[in-house]
């Protein structure tokens, strides 16, 4: 590979990169909130994937993560 191009190649992963890093701080939302401002998270139930009645409650202290999607693929 030539100097040349080496230089070249060099030039545009630079200006990608610090386009990438504009595009970041443009796109990305500032943080709704801090832990501070959290609440309990209320009671609710669904089904689960045999179809029997699910409640959150029932994993009162242990550490939880929900995942809501958008749609069903």
């Known amino acids: 590979m030539s100097r040349r191009r080496k230089i070249f190649l060099t030039a545009v992963f630079l200006l990608l990169l610090a386009a990438a890093v504009v595009a970041s701080k443009m796109i990305l939302p500032k943080p709704q909130s801090s832990f501070a401002?959290?609440?309990?998270?209320?009671?609710?139930?669904?089904?689960?994937?045999d179809g029997k009645p699910f409640t959150f409650s029932s994993l009162r202290g242990s550490r939880v993560v929900l995942v809501f999607y958008r749609g069903y693929w």
Not at 37 to 49: H, V, W
Request: charged fraction near 25%.
């Open 37 to 49: 401002d959290l609440q309990p998270a209320q009671d609710f139930t669904l089904n689960d994937q």
